[in-house]
């Protein structure tokens, strides 16, 4: 009996303590393998560790450069703000296209987003009323957007990705896993 009773007992913590560590469906990964979460210092670390690795340049704060290849000759240049501070939590990220980007370049950036995040949960589809082409990913707690704008208010052409966190953010975000010689491992890389 005491065999048996210590058995589930063992069990039972085994169970309580895998709980603690495989639940984790507040961390969610996004552009670049940041964390909706991440504190400031947390963001900061991994955004030195992409530019160190060569993924991101020109970082300054919460602001990079960001490439995405379009085919073998064909690049899009992208302004990111990552909505991070001091007192607050990783919640946004946002990226602008530095050049108008014409329609077949709208058409590649789509489909590698469908290559890489899967079919969006909302049609690809425009917006006749505000001249706005958008494709939409809803998974869990985050909402990814590609925003084609066609006209702004300056009358240039527009092109923004954005990446936002809309379920609940808890406070603890465990440390990156990194590779040999500090090179990171990102897996969601366009």
Not at 47 to 60: C, E, M, T, V
Request: one cysteine or more; proline letters at 1%; aromatic letters at 16%.
């Amino acid at each position: 009996m005491k065999k048996t009773w210590n058995f589930y007992f063992n069990l039972a913590q085994i169970l309580l303590l895998s709980s603690f560590v495989s639940c984790n469906n507040y961390k969610e990964k996004t552009f670049l393998d940041f964390e909706f979460g991440m504190t400031y210092n947390e963001y900061i670390n991994h955004a030195r560790s992409l530019q160190k690795s060569g993924f991101i340049s020109n970082l300054n704060g919460t602001d990079f450069d960001y490439t995405i290849k379009l085919s073998e000759n064909e690049f899009v240049f992208f302004r990111v703000h990552a909505y991070v501070y001091s007192n607050s939590r990783l919640s946004m990220i946002s990226a602008d296209s530095k050049y108008d980007l014409n329609d077949k370049e709208k058409e590649q950036l789509y489909k590698i987003f469908v290559a890489n995040r899967g079919q969006t949960t909302e049609p690809y589809r425009k917006s006749y009323s505000e001249n706005i082409w958008r494709a939409i990913w809803d998974y869990r707690n985050t909402d990814t957007r590609i925003v084609f704008v066609d006209k702004d208010e300056d009358g240039e052409w527009e092109t923004s990705i954005n990446y936002m966190a809309t379920g609940n953010l808890r406070d603890r975000i465990d440390r990156k896993d990194k590779k040999e010689n500090g090179i990171i491992d990102v897996k969601n890389k366009y």
